[in-house]
Each structure stands twice: as structure tokens, then as C-alpha cells.
């Protein structure tokens, strides 16, 4: 049995109808209902699709280049680090740059999102991210798998990354006791333990993973780790020896990545893990269609409020439910799309669940304490109920009588 026989990676949807079971928050949509909300969201998608240009062309190339001067610019200013002012610097530049490739452009770019340009350069088949997990193994954990199976138990590994308790609908172990401990830990090494993740060591051990794959995906992230080592704590600090920073500039590039784990992981959770976020069960996916699968996506994530800068250098994964509504758009037209989603939740019924990142950060923190404990009350399919018993009538029973 292989693993695409278990998990595909695309949805099958079934054509019309719907899944036996909706979600609580959207239990009093028809299938007629979800069936034209699901029509909507695919005009809004094509309309991105057809008006892409040199205008997003143009961001994209801009972002990388702001980029890669950042990194350039720290990683030189880190040679003078003798000087705690140079290593408050370079540190500070490397760190941006790093959140920069990461989030904007890495994450995107091998979303496929600027596919479309047919450069070379900027394209998820050729883009080797600034990242110990290889391109190629996070693809698959992360494009084919999580966002085909968001938030549904026993199918989405992201829930707890196979590590952390982050749903009541999960047994408790005793292991969960130590919740706290281990996301503290996963925080500053958070790329790490998405390397670690990405090896599917669970679905090794389940006999769903070939040994031979293990066995080739273990070299990939060896080779992958010898040459992020290389870069950050062999190379510039060897090029930092000359001028008496050796030791401060090793230090300076060890925080940059911890301020870039601990920044892309507090992203990571915000989008995923706050109160109002859905999980599923998987009995609530069959029958699925079209529109059920963009209502799993909107259900199963939240957005972050605040300002341009913010959402740029979140990946403008601030736009969570947009981007698992649609991952393969370019980030910069996420904005734009995000007012449209939330007048289709406002009309449809739906929650939209946003909020401030310290709110959002707090929330998901709380939840890994809380769930450390036993017991807990299931929510697979219920968060956002009590914000949509408001509005339980059909959109097609309000437009009646408008």
C-alpha cells in the first residue's frame, strides 16, 4: 500500500450534493447554498488569474531583491561584529532577511504562486529555500497534504505536528503533559522540527512510508543541513575571523535563525491554532464538494490584523484564510481577495476569525497549556457556532425577503 493510495494529494470531491455532516457553523447552508458560494469563490479565483502582470511581476523581483540586499548587508556587517553595535546590526538585517525569504518569498514561491512568470528563478520546481527541511520534502508534507486535508483528524499531521496536543478531539497521552515544554523548545528551533516532521517518521512507523523513502529523504535533509551549516555557522564566521568577529558574528547568525523560527512559527499557530479555528472529523469530508472544501479551509484557519508591514512580513500568511482558500495566488493580492471572502462569510453566515497577532499568539499558547491536561471538551466541527446562530436562515431565504 502506498502513501498516495492513503493520502492523495488532491481533494476528491464529489460533483454535487454534499457530506453527510456540515460543520456546526455551517450546518444551515443547503447544498444549493454552498453550491453558489463555492461558484463565487472560483470567479473571484479566476479573476486574480486573468488580471496577473508586470504589476506583481514587478513586486515579487522588488521583494527578493530588498532580500537579498538585507541578507548581503547583515552578513558583511556581521564581520565587523566585534563591535556590539555591528552585531546588533548585522543580526537585526539578517534576521529580516531571513523572515523575508522564509515567509514572502520561500513559502510562496513554492506554493507555486509565481509559477506563472516562467522564470526559472522564481519557480517552485527550482527554489531551494533558506531552510533546513528540503524544498521538495515540505512540498509534499505541506502543499499536497495539509492543504488538501486542513484541520481533518487523523489526516492533517499539522495538527500538533505529530507532537503536540492541539485538539481535544485527540486522545491524551501522558507524553502531553510535557505541551509547553516541547512548543517552547519548538519555537526557537522551529525549522528543525518541521525537518524532522517532514521525514514522515509516523508514517514510517505505520507502514505507510517505504523504508527506501526514509532512507532517500534522510540524505536529501543531510545534504540540505550540511549546506545550511556551511553558510551560516562555518562561512561567515570564518570570514569574520580577520577582523576579530569570529566568535560574535557565529552568535549573530545563530539568533537570526532563532528570531526567524520563533517569528515564523508565532505566524504558524496565529493562522491555525486560535479559538474560533475548526477541526473535522474525517466522516465530515465524505461527500465533500467544491464548496465544502473552500468552507473546511475558511472554518479551519484565521487571519491577523494589522498593517502592511505586518502582513509582508508574515508571508502575508495574515491572510490565512485566503491563502487556504486559494495557496496558489500570488501573496501581495491576498489584501484584495480578503475584503471579498469576508462580505461572502458576513452574507453566507459565516464566521471570519481574525484578530491582533498578540491575541491570536496568546490564544494558541493557551490551548497548548490547556490541552496538556486531560480531558476537554471535542470541537471537531464546532468552533464559530455561536457566532453564526445568528444568522442560521439560508442566504437564499434572506434574499427573499430583502
Same mark, same amino acid.
Given at each position: 500500500?502506498?502513501?498516495?493510495a492513503?493520502?492523495?494529494?488532491?481533494?476528491?470531491?464529489a460533483p454535487?450534493?454534499g457530506?453527510?455532516v456540515?460543520?456546526?457553523?455551517?450546518?444551515?447552508?443547503?447544498?444549493?447554498?454552498?453550491?453558489r !458560494?463555492?461558484?463565487?469563490l $472560483?470567479?473571484?479565483?479566476?479573476?486574480?488569474?486573468?488580471s496577473?502582470?508586470?504589476k506583481?511581476?514587478?513586486?515579487?523581483?522588488?521583494?527578493?531583491?530588498?532580500?537579498?540586499?538585507?541578507? %548581503?548587508?547583515?552578513?558583511a556587517?556581521? %564581520?565587523?561584529?566585534?563591535r556590539?553595535?555591528a552585531l546588533?546590526?548585522?543580526?537585526?538585517? !539578517?534576521?529580516?532577511? &531571513?523572515?523575508?525569504e522564509?515567509?514572502?518569498?520561500?513559502?510562496?514561491?513554492?506554493?507555486?504562486?509565481w509559477?506563472?512568470?516562467?522564470?526559472?528563478?522564481?519557480h517552485?520546481?527550482?527554489w531551494?529555500?533558506?531552510?533546513?527541511?528540503?524544498a521538495?520534502?515540505? &512540498?509534499?508534507?505541506h502543499?499536497?497534504?495539509h492543504?488538501?486535508?486542513t484541520?481533518v !483528524?487523523?489526516?492533517?499531521k499539522?495538527?500538533?505536528?505529530?507532537t503536540?496536543?492541539?485538539?481535544?478531539?485527540?486522545?491524551?497521552k501522558?507524553?502531553?503533559?510535557?505541551?509547553?515544554?516541547?512548543?517552547?523548545? %519548538?519555537?526557537?528551533?522551529?525549522?528543525?522540527g518541521i525537518?524532522?516532521?517532514? %521525514?514522515?517518521?509516523?508514517?514510517?512507523?505505520?507502514?505507510e512510508?517505504p523504508?527506501?523513502?526514509?532512507?532517500?529523504?534522510? &540524505?536529501?535533509?543531510?545534504? &540540505?543541513?550540511?549546506?545550511?551549516?556551511?553558510k551560516?555557522?562555518?562561512?561567515?564566521?570564518?570570514?569574520?575571523?580577520?577582523?576579530?568577529?569570529?566568535k560574535n558574528a557565529?552568535i549573530?547568525t545563530?539568533?537570526?535563525?532563532?528570531?526567524?523560527?520563533?517569528w515564523?512559527?508565532?505566524?504558524?499557530?496565529?493562522?491555525?491554532?486560535?479559538?474560533?479555528? $475548526?477541526?473535522?472529523?474525517?466522516?465530515?469530508?465524505?461527500?465533500e464538494?467544491?464548496?465544502?472544501?473552500y468552507?473546511?479551509?475558511m472554518l479551519?484557519?484565521?487571519?491577523?490584523s494589522?498593517?502592511?508591514?505586518?502582513?509582508?512580513?508574515?508571508?502575508n500568511?495574515?491572510?490565512?484564510?485566503?491563502?487556504?482558500?486559494?495557496?496558489?495566488?500570488?501573496?501581495?493580492?491576498?489584501a484584495?481577495?480578503?475584503?471579498?471572502m469576508?462580505?461572502?462569510?458576513?452574507?453566507?453566515?459565516l464566521?471570519?476569525?481574525?484578530g491582533?497577532m498578540?491575541?491570536?499568539?496568546?490564544q494558541a499558547w493557551?490551548?497548548?497549556?490547556?490541552?496538556?491536561?486531560?480531558g476537554?471538551?471535542?470541537t471537531?466541527?464546532t468552533?464559530?457556532?455561536?457566532?453564526?446562530?445568528?444568522?442560521?436562515?439560508?442566504?437564499?431565504?434572506?434574499?427573499?425577503?430583502?
Open positions: 500500500m502506498t502513501i498516495t492513503i493520502r492523495p494529494k488532491k481533494p476528491i470531491l454535487t450534493g457530506p453527510t456540515r460543520p456546526a457553523a455551517a450546518a444551515h447552508l443547503t447544498d444549493a447554498d454552498v453550491e !458560494l463555492g461558484t463565487e $472560483d470567479a473571484i479565483r479566476d479573476e486574480i488569474l486573468a496577473r502582470g508586470a506583481d511581476a514587478a513586486y515579487i523581483r522588488r521583494v527578493i531583491k530588498v532580500q537579498r540586499t538585507l541578507e %548581503l548587508a547583515g552578513r556587517t556581521l %564581520l565587523l561584529s566585534r556590539k553595535s546588533v546590526a548585522g543580526t537585526a538585517m !539578517l534576521s529580516v532577511a &531571513k523572515i523575508l522564509n515567509m514572502e518569498i520561500g513559502h510562496n514561491v513554492l506554493h507555486g504562486q509559477d506563472w512568470m516562467r522564470d526559472p528563478d522564481i517552485s520546481s527550482t531551494e529555500w533558506d531552510f533546513v527541511s528540503p521538495a520534502a515540505w &512540498k509534499h508534507t502543499n499536497d497534504l492543504h488538501t486535508w484541520n !483528524l487523523g489526516k492533517d499539522d495538527v500538533g505536528y505529530s503536540l496536543r492541539m485538539s481535544a478531539d485527540q486522545p491524551w501522558p507524553v502531553n503533559i510535557l505541551n509547553p515544554v516541547i512548543n517552547g523548545v %519548538l519555537a526557537p528551533f522551529f525549522e528543525w525537518a524532522l516532521y517532514d %521525514l514522515e517518521l509516523e508514517a514510517w512507523r505505520e507502514g512510508k523504508t527506501k523513502d526514509v532512507v532517500r529523504d534522510l &540524505k536529501a535533509t543531510g545534504r &540540505k543541513i550540511v549546506r545550511q551549516f556551511t551560516d555557522y562555518v562561512a561567515t564566521p570564518a570570514a569574520a575571523i580577520p577582523f576579530g568577529g569570529g557565529l549573530g545563530f539568533t537570526a535563525n532563532a528570531i526567524r523560527n520563533v515564523a512559527h508565532s505566524v504558524i499557530f496565529c493562522g491555525h491554532f486560535p479559538d474560533g479555528v $475548526d477541526t473535522f472529523t474525517e466522516a465530515m469530508i465524505e461527500g464538494t467544491r464548496g465544502d472544501w468552507i473546511r479551509q479551519g484557519s484565521a487571519n491577523i494589522g498593517s502592511p508591514l505586518l502582513h509582508l512580513m508574515t508571508g500568511l495574515s491572510h490565512q484564510i485566503e491563502h487556504h482558500v486559494f495557496p496558489d495566488l500570488p501573496s501581495n493580492r491576498y484584495e481577495v480578503a475584503v471579498k469576508r462580505e461572502i462569510c458576513e452574507r453566507y453566515g464566521p471570519y476569525t481574525t491582533p498578540y491575541r491570536q499568539v496568546g493557551a490551548k497548548v497549556f490547556r490541552l496538556a491536561l486531560p476537554g471538551k471535542g471537531a466541527g468552533a464559530g457556532t455561536a457566532r453564526a446562530s445568528a444568522r442560521r436562515a439560508s442566504p437564499a431565504a434572506i434574499a427573499a425577503t430583502a
